[in-house]
């Protein structure tokens, strides 16, 4: 097959080499550049115990120092910490949020808990649908703050997940990716370790919580994250201290017996976190986070509103008619409450009309029967003075008849 320049010589035509890309082949170098000029952003929950390492190990990761102050283990009630940092690193500018639990693990009530946690995942995912459900969206300055990766911190027992942690976990498997942590992991011996991990992935299965899986779907990185699968959960220490060893400064923990080096793989599986976390999946987890768990969020709320995509025959149904049908069953409710409202009030007058009138009748009655008494009160008083001016009349006779009497005696005795 002749190439390029055999064809060129032939046809005495002058070929120039490239010094560049040039045609469509240039698209990818135009996302990236377009991606490095808007910057990226990334959203981190930690969620673990008082004390069990959370800031340290942010601060490893991003090689920062984020932290403030200790927390209390006395919280009545778990509360979320959001700080936002913009970082970078080269000519890179990262947008991170890290959500931090406070007073997790310290309360009677675990219930009280975890919710927090499951109301903060929902409430994001709540602000980006609203978002989209405007006329008009501005996803352009938009700052989308769902959660695309939870680091779950596991107390160091060497011994298996606390009900808490299976709790929390249920509620949140379907929310947002897990990745779960053993921290502190320099407080267990390595025979030991490798016995707590199987026990925690067990446990996680047994009670069927989903874990994020690092994808094996694209060739380049197949291998790669499918040995990470088998290291999980990632057992971590965090320390941002230098310590000499030998004639290198590392980050790292000092003991009486020795340095256990952060960055060392041979020491702890931090180093596998953050090239998972940092270079390999963040895109897919963000991905994950906008195709999986929002996605399911979103379809449960419009399910929730009554939306469907077929209807009962099956066949699609358009927006246009669900929106008709829901209008219609909205203006209908309203007619059926009203027409209530209406028989409702009506009865109620009909009530009223009844007792008023019931009422009515009682006070006439009693006027009546007051009527009665006074008229027999009349006729006994009218018979009681007309016996007393008999009596009277009785009396005047009696005395007129003593006083002739009286006379007539005088005269007598006089006349003697
Ligand atoms: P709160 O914000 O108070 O909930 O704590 P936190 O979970 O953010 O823990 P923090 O990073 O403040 O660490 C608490 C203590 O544990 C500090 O004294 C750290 O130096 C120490 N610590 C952090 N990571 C490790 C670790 O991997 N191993 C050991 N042994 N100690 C650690």
């Not at 010094?19 to 990236?32: K, S």
């Not at 990262?94 to 109301?119: F, R």
């Not at 702890?268 to 999986?292: I, S, Y």
């Not at 077929?310 to 007619?335: H, L």
């Amino acid at each position: 097959i002749p190439d390029d320049e055999d064809i060129q010589r032939e046809n005495n035509v002058r070929g120039l080499t490239m010094l560049g890309h040039f045609g469509f082949e240039c698209l990818p170098h135009q996302l990236v550049n377009r991606a490095i000029q808007k910057g990226f952003s990334f959203n981190i929950l930690c969620v673990g115990e008082t004390g069990l390492g959370k800031s340290t190990l942010i601060d490893s990761l991003f090689n920062t120092n984020l932290k403030e102050k200790k927390s209390s283990h006395f919280n009545s009630n778990v509360e979320l910490k959001i700080r936002t940092y913009e970082l970078q690193e080269s000519n890179v500018q990262l947008k991170l949020t890290v959500v931090k639990t406070v007073g997790y693990g310290d309360q009677m009530n675990k219930e009280g808990s975890y919710q927090p946690i499951v109301g903060y995942l929902d409430a994001q995912f709540e602000s980006y649908f609203q978002e989209e459900l405007k006329i008009q969206r501005s996803f352009v300055d938009y700052h989308d703050s769902r959660v695309h990766v939870c680091l779950y911190f596991i107390s160091p027992t060497g011994h298996s997940l606390k009900s808490l942690d299976l709790l929390t976990l249920k509620s949140i498997d379907n929310k947002v990716n897990i990745i779960p942590l053993i921290a502190k992991a320099d407080a267990i011996s390595k025979n030991d370790l490798q016995k707590f991990k199987y026990k925690i992935m067990s446990e996680l299965v047994n009670n069927d919580i989903q874990i994020y899986q690092f994808p094996t779907n694209d060739e380049s990185t197949a291998q790669m994250n499918s040995s990470m699968n088998k290291h999980l959960p990632f057992a971590v220490v965090g320390c941002i201290d230098e310590v000499k060893v030998g004639k290198r400064m590392v980050r790292g923990r000092q003991y009486p017996w020795g340095v256990l080096q952060v960055d060392n793989e041979n020491h702890c599986d931090f180093v596998k976190l953050r090239d998972m976390l940092l270079c390999t999946n963040t895109e897919d987890l963000k991905e994950q986070t906008h195709t999986q768990h929002y996605e399911r969020y979103r379809c449960f709320k419009l399910q929730k509103i009554g939306f469907t995509d077929v209807g009962p025959d099956n066949q699609p149904v358009s927006f246009q008619e669900i929106y008709e049908a829901k209008r219609q069953e909205f203006y209908d409710q309203c007619q059926r409450e009203e027409e209530e409202l209406k028989k409702k009030f009506m009865q109620r007058v009909k009530e009223r009309e009844i007792a008023f009138k019931e009422a009515e009748k009682e006070l006439q009655d009693k006027f009546e029967h007051l009527k009665r008494i006074q008229h027999e009160e009349t006729i006994k008083l009218e018979e009681e003075k007309r016996q007393l001016e008999e009596e009277m009349m009785n009396f005047y006779k009696m005395k007129a008849g003593s006083e002739t009497l009286q006379t007539q005696g005088y005269t007598n005795i006089k006349k003697d």
